[in-house]
């Protein structure tokens, strides 16, 4: 477990701008230097706004959720690939889930964490995960044209990781009633950020012009509101 926060701590790192001085120059010292070329912005972190998604247990729980599923079904690179292109910042992030929704980019980080893993030690085998339960037709959805197929192929992977996960923690009824709402708090927030995203016809969601969107916050919402009813 601590190896997945470090690893997670340093996927979320982001860079940081220099002085203006150098250590023990004067200002009037850095006056008389020739002026630095004009500073270009940074790239936009691709973490949501509050970072508060690392603290929320509505995110934890689909960010553990996610990292689990992908494990335990043996999720291929291929399919992975297709969901988070590798290195690609804010584009991957855009590519399959809505940028700076909490619960988006909670499974969001943990695609991109099993993307980084390496192979497990001491085995003599070259393997980095452990089911092989994975269905190959979901990478042939993924690697559709289509924005819908591709997005709806992604939360029909996540969904039942959630609810399993969900069932596994065996909370008591006061802490999952607590637990369910955040999460259809949290999917109502990923909803309306979706739909103003959707409005701007420079934005990449202005595609999106399907019923639905936020597939981590719709699997989410649709089991917190199943197990609401039992």
Known sequence: MHRFNALAAALLTTSLLAAPWAAGDSPAK???KPPAAAATDPEPSVEPAAAE????????????AVLEGLYTDGVSDEAVNLIVPPNSGKAGVEHSFVFRCPLCHAAYEAFVLYQ????????GEQRST???TFDPKITEQLKSKEVRTRVYAMGALIRPWI???MNL???GEKDQQALLKKLIAQAAEGDKLFRAYRKDVKSVYHEWMFYGGCQACEAAEQVAKQ???R
């Open 169 to 171: 923690m065996k909370l």
């Open 227 to 229: 197990m609401d009813r």
């Open 30 to 32: 850095s006056a008389a």
């Open 53 to 64: 998604w690392r603290r929320d247990p509505a995110c934890q729980l689909v960010f553990f």
């Open 163 to 165: 609810e399993k996960r």
């Open 130 to 132: 452990m089911g092989s």
């Open 116 to 123: 980084n893993r390496t192979a497990f030690n001491g085995s």
